[in-house]
């Protein structure tokens, strides 16, 4: 139902030459999973899909096209909105070069959450209707299945798009489910809590997925690149690992969107998303700042004021 | 060839005792969690047994107005490795080839890898991301030198050209003429079944002359370029140096992967693989068309499917390669 709103948005889209091209999620030959795909044909529209597989951070790809003049149609969920937005105030593409195709989100599903809960199941037996999810017509309770991070979702609409796809969320997974994906980590004591990331740092291999699918990682040359100086060993030490993460944490502080896609990425399973979520926790509560929810506010570490706090500093 | 079968619980007997010497790659645990015990340790990748993530080579210092290089040994226990047949390829036609060469053996991994013996795992729950029949070879592949074990009937089969090497060879009981046959069969099918669908002997030199190929654009542009697929391949063999310390410090070597930006970047600033474009059809190639060139005909990709389970934009190297082979001479 949504997928031919959106095709046929799509396709009037580039048969009236409003964009130049569209980047959005495409079908793969395996069962729950997306890719992303850029077209430019309206007969190749047709490949665009939208379901609860669609996790990849589209406006990651912007940076291709930063210096063409290419228009671009981008598909876009709450988070990913937020993304576009901070991109725009950081002056990394023009508004008018962005048709924003809205798509109003109840929250990605985990495929392995998935898989184990319906081993046998293929991508038919579910269906996608606006009150919810259907396996075999009967509706299943999302909670079981949605991402960590979008479990505490607040943006399940996009903040700004040029259309939207499907009806607008009146409620946000945060408000339904009152869980908190960081409340686990919060409740452990400092030992504890650096016992359990040592562990998950040692298990880090530096492939920088994570860094890669970030919408908002767009150096030219990341600090973890960078051999002259070199700031961090090539090596995946456990304290490498932990420099790295932790300034690539700092990096994203009061920039970071909350979607989740390094996490997804990660091919060991690190629960990285968790370390820039923490920082983003902390903005929110000391500065009442939400990156990429407005276009005027500043960013906190962008901006100086007398009454800054300061109780997070120890 | 010697052959036999063995309960599970004598096994399992048998696994415990040399547990502390086990290394079992995660694809194995995952697949048949019964042969994981305790104390055995579960690696990620089969390659990290012989080729580190990162390995000091040499330390060295400056002092009396010269360089003092202090030779780090390498050293390795003996130990067993247990690993689908995908995996153990990956070792015996690829990473050996390239790292003990006659006239330039790498000495780190000559020495974990003479100590090693392997137990092969025939797979019985491929993967849909799997195409190892593709490659050469198929889900019973199984190498002499190696203990090659099959669930079979409740039982487990068991077969090696080295019995001394394995002292469960000794448990094992004959199998009777109906049975042999049955095992014969089973392979003979998978063989058969990978016989026909590799993929054709034409593709190494035609992806070769596929080079300029425009698809390679099309191909890429998903990519993320992380080092996800390089550095979870068990046959991706790149590795970088980097001296670590001015006037004192060590000769460090990581994994490298061709998918980073850096990684072909000359001292110059020149870098021949400037693009996506380049360091993906770098990835293809090397494994599709200039590894067999070079090594008889072998693929340098043992079709684990690792790579696409878990590319985070589900780049996918076999329809990569399915693509541009139907490309060679216009296939239709």
């Known amino acids: 139902m949504f997928e031919s709103i959106l095709i046929d948005l799509a396709k009037k889209l580039l048969r009236e030459k409003t964009v130049d091209l569209i980047i959005g999620y495409g079908s793969t030959h395996y069962p729950f999973r997306t890719e992303p795909i850029v077209i430019n044909q309206e007969e190749q529209a047709d490949a665009l899909v939208w379901n609860p597989f669609c996790g990849n951070n589209l406006a990651r790809y912007l940076k291709y096209y930063k210096n063409t003049q290419h228009k671009i149609a981008l598909m876009v969920k709450g988070c990913d909105s937020r993304a576009v937005q901070v991109l725009l105030k950081e002056d990394q593409i023009k508004r008018d070069r962005l048709y924003l195709i809205g798509l109003s989100c109840p929250g990605l599903v985990n495929r392995e959450k998935l898989q184990k809960q319906f081993p046998q199941a293929s991508p038919e037996d579910f269906e996608w209707k606006e009150t919810g999810w259907f396996y075999h017509g009967e509706q299943i309770d999302p909670e079981l299945f949605l991402e960590k991070t979008c479990l505490r979702c607040r943006y399940p609409n996009p903040p700004e798009y040029d259309q939207l796809i499907g009806k607008l969320q009146t409620t946000s997974p945060y408000q339904t489910y009152q869980k908190d994906y960081l409340d686990p980590i919060d409740n452990l004591s400092s030992e504890e809590r650096w016992d359990r990331w040592s562990k998950e740092m040692r298990k880090c291999i530096r492939c920088y997925a994570c860094r890669n699918s970030c919408p908002l990682c767009y150096c030219q040359e990341c600090f973890a690149d960078s051999t002259q100086p070199q700031w961090v060993s090539p090596a995946p030490t456990p304290s490498d690992n932990f420099l790295f993460h932790l300034v690539r944490t700092m990096h994203m502080a009061g920039r970071c969107v909350e979607c989740g896609a390094c996490e997804r990425a990660c091919p060991v399973s690190i629960p990285i998303a968790q370390l820039p979520l923490k920082v983003e926790a902390i903005i929110r509560e000391q500065f009442q700042f939400e990156a990429g929810t407005d276009q005027e506010s500043a960013a906190p570490l962008l901006t100086y004021r007398e009454n800054d706090p300061g109780d997070f500093v120890k | ?332």
């Open chain 2, 1 to 332: 060839m010697k052959s036999g079968k063995i309960t599970k619980n004598d096994l399992i007997q048998w696994l415990k005792i040399h547990q502390k010497n086990f290394l079992v790659t995660e694809r194995v645990a995952h697949h048949q969690p019964e042969l994981l015990c305790d104390q055995s340790k579960e690696i990620k990748n089969i390659k990290e047994a012989l080729f580190l993530p990162w390995d000091k080579l040499f330390n060295y210092h400056w002092e009396n107005q010269k360089w003092n290089v202090e030779n780090i040994q390498p050293s390795a226990s003996p130990r067993f490795l247990m690993a689908l047949p995908c995996e153990t390829r990956a070792i015996y036609e690829v990473l050996d080839r390239v790292f003990l060469q006659p006239s330039e053996t790498e000495s780190g991994y000559a020495a974990r890898r003479q100590g090693l013996k392997m137990v092969i795992v025939g797979c019985v729950n491929p993967e849909p991301t799997c195409f190892c029949h593709l490659v050469g070879g198929n889900p019973y592949w199984s190498h002499p030198d190696a203990l090659f074990i099959l669930p079979f009937h409740d039982e487990y089969y068991l077969e090696t050209n080295l019995p001394e090497q394995f002292d469960i060879m000794e448990k094992g009981t004959t199998l009777n003429k109906a049975e042999k046959e049955e095992i014969e069969v089973l392979r003979k099918q998978m063989e058969e079944k990978a016989n026909q669908e590799k993929l054709p002997e034409d593709v190494p030199q035609g992806l070769y002359d596929l080079f300029e190929d425009q698809e390679w654009e099309d191909l890429s542009w998903k990519c993320l370029n992380c080092g996800a697929c390089t550095f979870l391949c068990p046959t991706c063999q790149c590795f970088d140096m980097s001296a670590e310390g001015r006037l004192k410090g060590f000769q460090l070597k990581t994994w490298d992967s061709c998918m980073f930006p850096k990684f072909t970047l000359h001292a110059s600033g020149h870098n021949p693989r400037p693009t996506f474009k380049e360091r993906v059809r770098q990835r293809v190639l090397h494994k599709f068309s200039y590894f067999p060139l070079r090594e008889e005909g072998l693929y340098g990709c043992v079709g684990c499917g690792k790579c696409i389970e878990i590319c985070p934009v589900n780049w996918n190297i076999r329809e990569a390669v399915e693509r541009m082979v139907k490309k060679i001479g216009n296939r239709s």
